[in-house]
């Protein structure tokens, strides 16, 4: 696919079951066809304060500086990556930073931060980055791949033991714990890939009281018996995590690329 694609796109955010105040945030720049899931995490409403610095400094950079050669960029950026990616990755660094900062200059924030991930469409491209376990999904011909890997305790352990059972990764105690987060150290490792985009791919995003409550292979289901309505899709989503127990913030964002 080339050129720019025409995007729907749908999101929900829900405080949950269980909690009393929201640490999840999303942002849409349609105009850059910029989508963002982050999740925080800190007391005293430091996570919330973590993921809306981490959306609005990614869409301030990512807006306004497209190439490397036309303005200075703050981070060097990866010869072997793409002008797109490593845009993406720099608006990440740049957060990061941010977050770090906040978090050292004000005591009742310190070890504030927040995962995120975040899709850029260009040119037929969709890059896809992330840090933390906040995902990225594409549904594509009837088929759900899970598009990042989660920074996690959970995930490590599963490369050591790759015969984990689901029930035993639902029973693994440390699996909340992630081990990569913007904000908790001044420069961050930021995964990224660029993939070609077909017509009629749809991309989800969400923060992990999503995918911690409801299967992938449900996801699709769900997805998919709402014909094409990804509001209707978005909604039943959060409904369907609330229903599991909703012990988290749950977010979701759905793209459809036509």
């Not at 995003?205 to 996801?219: A, K, N, R």
């Amino acid at each position: 696919m080339t050129g720019t694609p025409r995007v729907q796109y749908a999101a929900r955010t829900d405080v949950g079951m269980r909690r009393n105040h929201n640490e999840d945030c999303f942002g849409i720049l349609e105009a850059e066809q910029l989508v963002l899931v982050a999740d925080g995490m800190g007391g005293h409403a430091a996570g919330e304060v973590a993921s809306g610095i981490a959306t609005i400094e990614v869409g301030k950079f990512y807006g306004r500086n497209y190439d490397v050669k036309e303005t200075k960029w703050p981070f060097e950026p990866n010869p072997e990556l793409s002008n797109l990616e490593n845009r993406l990755v720099c608006a990440f660094k740049v957060a990061n930073r941010r977050i770090f900062e906040t978090a050292h200059a004000d005591g009742g924030r310190r070890g504030m931060g927040t995962t995120l991930v975040a899709t850029a469409i260009h040119d037929g491209k969709i890059c896809i980055a992330h840090v933390g376990d906040s995902r990225a999904y594409r549904i594509q011909n009837g088929e759900i791949v899970r598009m990042t890997r989660d920074h996690s305790l959970l995930e490590q352990f599963k490369e050591i033991n790759p015969e984990m059972t689901r029930e035993e990764e639902h029973n693994f105690p440390h699996k909340n714990v992630i081990t990569r987060a913007l904000g908790l150290a001044d420069d961050v490792e930021v995964d990224v890939k660029l993939v070609d985009i077909k017509s009629g791919d749809m991309y989800l995003l969400c923060s992990d009281g999503l995918s911690g409550h409801v299967e992938d292979e449900e996801m699709l289901d769900i997805i998919t018996k709402c014909n094409g309505d990804i509001r209707g899709a978005v909604a039943k989503l959060v409904d369907r995590a609330n229903e599991e127990g909703g012990n988290d913030n749950i977010t979701v964002v759905l793209l459809r690329c036509t």
